[in-house]
């Protein structure tokens, strides 16, 4: 079964760093999201990316954050200066075409920020 | 914007025992809700979904209702196992005819399956 990939699964990082958080979708999907989860909290949405730029972001997803998809297979999450309270899961995932249909979820990325 | 509530927020039932997870949504317009199971450590995973065309849809020993008048749906386990223990999100999409969805998840239900 196709999956999508997440590096690196843990990440620690000082607070004030950058980090970037890498996912590869599955090939023929065309719809790609990131989404956060804090430790014992609910899954909650960043952002949606299509045809290269982003379609819709949270309130959650300001400045510091940015998506892109450099080279038609990554997908990135990068996090300009990060803070206490960026720590948390961080799960991509994508969905294959139009309409309603179930995410697959990257297996996730832990990111501890000290 | 779209609020789902999903509860009980713990579930602890007996081995071979039911256990229901109930969810409501408050925009109208959400027409798509899937179930997603995630064991400790592990990402999310799609365990059943029903369309707002549906009223009911089941899959072995898992089924989900819908109540659009209500603006409600449950997930059903029947026959309960210990390997069921997880956390189980609700989502509710609102799609449109572009293919972008707009989803919202419920806290989360934590389900102890008791041997």
């Known amino acids: 079964e196709p999956e999508v990939t997440q590096t690196p699964s843990h990440q620690v990082t000082q607070m004030g760093q950058e980090v970037i958080l890498r996912c590869v979708p599955i090939?023929?999907?065309?719809?790609f999201y990131w989404y956060r989860q804090i430790l014992g909290q609910k899954v909650e949405f960043l952002v949606s990316f299509y045809n290269n730029e982003i379609s819709e972001k949270s309130e959650i997803f300001d400045d510091q954050f940015s998506v892109e998809r450099p080279d038609g297979s990554n997908f990135t999450l990068k996090i300009r200066s990060t803070k206490l309270e960026d720590s948390a899961m961080y799960f991509c995932a994508s969905i294959e075409r139009q309409g309603n249909y179930g995410y697959t979820f990257g297996s996730g990325t832990r990111l501890t920020v000290v | 914007g779209e609020n789902v509530e999903q509860h009980p927020s713990t579930l602890s039932v007996q081995e071979g025992d039911s256990a229901v997870i109930k969810c409501t949504y408050s925009?109208?317009?959400?027409?798509?809700f899937p179930w997603y199971k995630q064991e400790l450590g592990k990402r999310p995973q799609l365990i059943i979904d029903i369309r707002s065309n549906v009223g009911e849809k089941k899959d072995q020993r898992i089924a989900v209702t819908l109540n659009k008048t209500a603006k409600h749906f449950s997930l059903h386990i029947t026959e309960t196992q210990p390997e069921d223990s997880a956390v189980y999100f609700c989502a509710a999409h609102q799609g449109d005819s572009g293919g972008y969805q707009k989803v919202t998840f419920g806290i989360g239900t934590k389900l102890q399956v008791i041997p």
């Open positions: 925009d109208s317009a959400s027409n798509y």
């Open positions: 090939s023929n999907h065309l719809y």
